[in-house]
């Protein structure tokens, strides 16, 4: 009797243990299947700027910066046209060696002015994906019409944080960061950062969604919310901290 128990019970923790695999059999395969259709949304798919953005998308855009041919196989398959700039360095802490322009008749990207905008590769996908992925869609969604234009205010300047004559250096220090001033609309009128930031209509609700958006993007978004310094614009970076990633979006 003792024998026929001990076997039954083997029998049930045998049968347990199949049904257990079992299970995490399926569950392995409905991951992989959400996977595969959300590759933005898992740290190891390759990142592809086809995908909307995802999860991980913004540490993989930093990830970048270290791979500048694999930036710009990023941009290549995304048929992005573009012209590599020479190597620049001033100093010890100035200067690039991934810098980049988007071609000036290239029709996936909406125009910067002015029109001479060098800047990093990851910062270059990084402002692809906001234009495709956030800004268009935005300014359809509260102005009913497309930006034609983005008004920035520069990328490299080889300065310390906020002009300060100590402390570290700026991401501009790199080419690694750019601040958006504003935004031209197909009709010819004009949204600014410092003259529609704190209004209550369409014009403040869709600078809000590209501040919002591009948090997801950029590994450092400041915005009027931040403080004095940026009132009139948006400062977006792709600073690299490490393996904790942390990011900033004020």
Request: hydrophobic share 40%; aromatic share 8%; charged share 25%.
């Amino acid at each position: 009797m003792r024998k026929r128990d001990r076997a039954a019970r083997r029998v049930r923790r045998i049968v347990r243990l199949l049904v257990a695999l079992a299970l995490l059999f399926i569950l392995a395969l409905v991951v992989y299947g959400w996977a595969q259709r959300h590759p933005q949304d898992t740290p190891w798919a390759p990142l592809d700027l086809a995908h909307p953005p995802g999860l991980f998308t913004g540490r993989k855009l930093v990830a970048l910066s270290e791979d500048f041919p694999r930036c710009q196989a990023l941009l290549d398959r995304a048929g992005v046209d573009y012209t590599v700039l020479p190597e620049r360095r001033e100093g010890e802490n100035c200067g690039y060696d991934n810098g980049l322009r988007f071609a000036s008749d290239e029709p996936r990207i909406t125009p910067f002015a002015p029109a001479s905008l060098g800047i990093s590769c990851p910062v270059a996908a990084a402002l692809a994906l906001w234009q495709w992925e956030v800004v268009q869609p935005a300014a359809e969604r509260h102005l009913r019409m497309r930006v034609t234009r983005i008004e920035h205010l520069g990328s490299y300047n080889c300065r310390r944080l906020y002009g300060r004559s100590s402390g570290d250096y700026s991401q501009h220090a790199t080419a690694n960061a750019v601040d958006i001033a504003g935004f031209r609309l197909a009709d010819g009128s004009r949204i600014s950062v410092l003259g529609d930031w704190k209004d209550s209509g369409a014009k403040a609700a869709f600078l809000r969604d590209v501040r919002d958006g591009a948090c997801k993007l950029f590994s450092t978004v400041l915005s009027p919310d931040y403080n004095a310094a940026h009132r009139d614009h948006f400062h977006l970076d792709q600073a690299n901290r490490g393996a904790m990633g942390w990011r900033s979006c004020r």
